[in-house]
């Protein structure tokens, strides 16, 4: 087997490790929601169908652990590519691996990849965005790979295939009107690039257009006919509920509706930019959709999931989400650094690329879901990616430098 088909899949390992510590991958309310829409192919309330039917296939209808390895392998293959066309050091599957750990260990991207949710591929769209826009000299097979990774993933979300666009034509507007190369020291893409990216954006959009169709759902981006079923309540909210129409009504506003889209968006947005703590992943009650929908669909499954930390209350991330601080204080020191010292334009264009992307996504779901998103924590671990980037190059310089001095010395 090819070493970078290794290196690859143990990455994906490592990228499971917040699932094997909670002994589960860890659930959300929205879980059971998604799981149910695969199985029944039916649309989702205000969501695309995608992603169920990616934990219906990806799960082989067998384990869900399956759907945790399938998404945490695409991660790992497109940080992977991002290494590989991107660190001018020969050695860079050490930086890789580094990273790897590094978001594991010190942020949230483990948690991210470990979790039943499509928040992940928020992450995997902006990264194969970048790889189309301004990767050199890819091959026709991990072109392939990218193409389809973006369509699949863009496709997850209303709110992934929307940055996708808002990138795509913000780099096309600077292409069109600005100089090359004087623009924040960004490297020129090209027309080429943009039209192959937009491309990309149509077929996301006809792709979800028509499995909705086929699913009975219109022919249409997103569901906004069907309101979702109510949410399991305890008796005194129940009584304090006059009617299913009100708690249809509650439960569209959390989703974005209704309520935070005409209540300051901007506001949200400007909330949303300095949360980076980690959601709390409470323990799920009996009666909850989730838990109905694991033991209808992965009953095997159903004794791990009673026993994992998440089942038992014991799940927290006290430490990480104070890693996660610490890690985002040191990585934005580290760009400011890289910003005084004027290091090479792949440097610049990628700290510009992804400063530009997290405001839009951040953005797009606020729009989507209002205030009560949680998209902030899911991809504020890209940020360390163009110190990784320097790192590697500024290692693989001082060693060419001193190679050079020995061989002068020698001579």
Not at 294 to 319: K, M, V
């Amino acid at each position: 087997m090819n070493k970078n088909i290794i290196i690859v899949i143990f990455g994906a390992v490592i990228l499971c490790f917040a699932g094997f510590n909670n002994k589960f991958p860890l659930l959300t309310a929205d879980t059971g929601v998604y799981i149910n829409s695969g199985f029944n192919r039916t649309v989702p309330f205000h969501r695309t169908a995608m992603y169920g039917l990616f934990i219906a296939h990806s799960s082989w209808g067998r384990s869900i652990w399956l759907v945790v390895f399938s998404q945490a392998l695409i991660l790992s293959l497109i940080l992977f590519y991002y290494f590989r066309y991107f660190s001018q050091n020969a050695n860079y599957t050490v930086f890789y691996l580094a990273y790897l750990f590094f978001i594991t260990f010190c942020m949230s991207a483990s948690v991210t990849a470990s979790t039943i949710d499509p928040g992940v591929f928020a992450s995997i769209t902006l990264l194969c965005t970048w790889l189309l826009l301004f990767a050199k000299n890819l091959t026709r097979r991990d072109f392939v790979i990218i193409a389809i990774t973006t369509v699949i993933s863009s496709g997850m979300a209303v709110s992934h295939l929307l940055t996708v666009m808002l990138i795509t034509i913000i780099y096309g507007v600077r292409l069109l009107f600005a100089k090359r190369r004087q623009f924040l020291g960004i490297i020129e893409t090209s027309l080429k690039r943009i039209i192959i990216t937009g491309s990309l954006v149509f077929t996301t959009c006809l792709l979800v257009s028509v499995v909705h169709f086929s699913l009975g759902g219109g022919f249409n981006i997103i569901n906004k006919k069907n309101l979702p079923k109510p949410p399991v309540l305890i008796k005194s909210e129940l009584a304090s509920l006059k009617s299913y129409k009100e708690i249809a009504g509650k439960t569209a506003s959390k989703h974005g509706v209704l309520g935070d889209i005409k209540k300051k968006p901007v506001k949200n947005f400007l909330s949303q930019m300095v949360n980076i703590k980690i959601d709390k992943y409470d323990r799920m009650d009996e009666r909850s959709e989730t838990l109905q929908a694991i033991y209808r669909w992965f009953n095997s499954d159903l004794r791990e999931c009673t026993i994992a930390r998440q089942s038992l209350g014991w799940l927290t991330f006290n430490y990480l989400i104070y890693s996660q601080i610490i890690s985002v204080v040191l990585s934005v020191l580290g760009i400011i650094l890289f910003s005084i010292k004027k290091t090479g334009p792949n440097h610049r264009n990628l700290l510009v690329f992804i400063f530009l992307a997290i405001l839009i996504q951040l953005f797009t779901n606020v729009i989507q879901y209002g205030k009560s998103n949680d998209m902030d924590y899911q991809i504020i671990w890209l940020l360390p990616l163009p110190v990784f980037l320097y790192l590697s190059e500024a290692i693989s310089i001082k060693k060419t430098e001193l190679n050079q001095l020995f061989i002068v010395r020698a001579s």
